[in-house]
């Protein structure tokens, strides 16, 4: 599913008007029926992590800490049972597992007088069973399984997806009969940063050749791009000559413009790969 520059923008327009809510979502996919639900999903979380990322340190202030605690616990003393911290971070436009971890931190410094370590806070948000107060671990659960975009459960959910996709992409390989060295192999081999898969014989796709591919289960939009090209595809391309891309839910089409230099985007296995065996038998 590729989208030019003013699709997406159109669409990243359409969320900025809206809370990340799941009911946010159904509007999103009546307001653009022709896209895939997965591909507005992707870009539906990218859009709020970069509003987050811009907001991030107002709420990190020590007063907004303090009010927001302050307010946590008036909430709970006038009804436990309501979803106090829920309803807080929708108010102030804050993704609920992070206002559950600030809220989850303050609470164990009061405890323990001292900074809870950052394993410990992860511990506890993925299980707040292990939280020591009954009604802060009922609270914290409500954020994080009301959430779609942040907490333990979305990363859990993007991992598994990633997975998925990678053993996907190792299935075509496989059923192409093109001979690779996997991510694990090549980690055993002591390369630190690797493609998902490198092609030990290389192909031919739309007249590029490929040495390696890379698995995306996520829409490519300009952000996220730029800084995989940065923090990976560039470093693959001068280890192992130029790769492909494949951003499973889709791209904005003008971010392929790196062909000639050796990076090829795609939203989906390419169905016409040549390979130097198929070439050589025909000569």
Not at 16 to 25: A, D, E, N
């Amino acid at each position: 599913m590729k989208l030019s520059k003013a699709q997406y923008d159109e669409i990243a327009q359409f969320l900025g008007h809206v809370q990340p809510t799941r009911q946010s979502l159904r509007k999103l996919k009546e307001r653009f029926p022709s896209q895939s639900q997965s591909t507005l999903l992707s870009i539906f979380s990218q859009e709020y992590q970069k509003q987050i990322k811009r907001t991030h340190a107002k709420h990190h202030t020590a007063e907004a800490i303090e009010t927001y605690y302050q307010r946590y616990l008036n909430g709970v003393m006038k009804n436990a049972g309501a979803p106090v911290l829920l309803e807080l971070a929708n108010e102030v436009d804050f993704a609920p597992s992070l206002m559950a971890r600030i809220v989850l931190e303050r609470f164990l410094q009061e405890q323990e007088g001292t900074i809870s370590s950052k394993t410990l806070i992860n511990s506890m948000l993925r299980d707040p069973s292990q939280i020591p107060d009954g009604v802060l671990a009922n609270q914290v659960y409500q954020c994080t399984v009301n959430d779609c975009c942040y907490g333990p459960l979305v990363d859990c959910i993007k991992h598994a997806i990633g997975h998925e996709h990678e053993v996907l992409l190792r299935e075509m390989l496989l059923e192409k009969n093109l001979s690779f060295l996997a991510e694990e192999q090549l980690r055993a081999k002591g390369y630190d940063k690797t493609p998902d898969f490198i092609l030990e014989v290389p192909v031919a796709v739309e007249g590029h050749i490929i040495h390696w591919i890379e698995s995306k289960a996520s829409f490519g939009d300009e952000c996220s791009h730029q800084a995989y090209l940065h923090d990976q595809f560039w470093s693959y391309w001068n280890r192992f000559g130029p790769g492909l891309v494949i951003y499973w839910y889709g791209f904005i089409e003008e971010l392929d413009c790196h062909r000639e230099r050796g990076i090829l985007l795609k939203d989906c296995f390419p169905t016409d790969i040549v390979t130097l065996r198929h070439s050589m038998a025909q000569h």
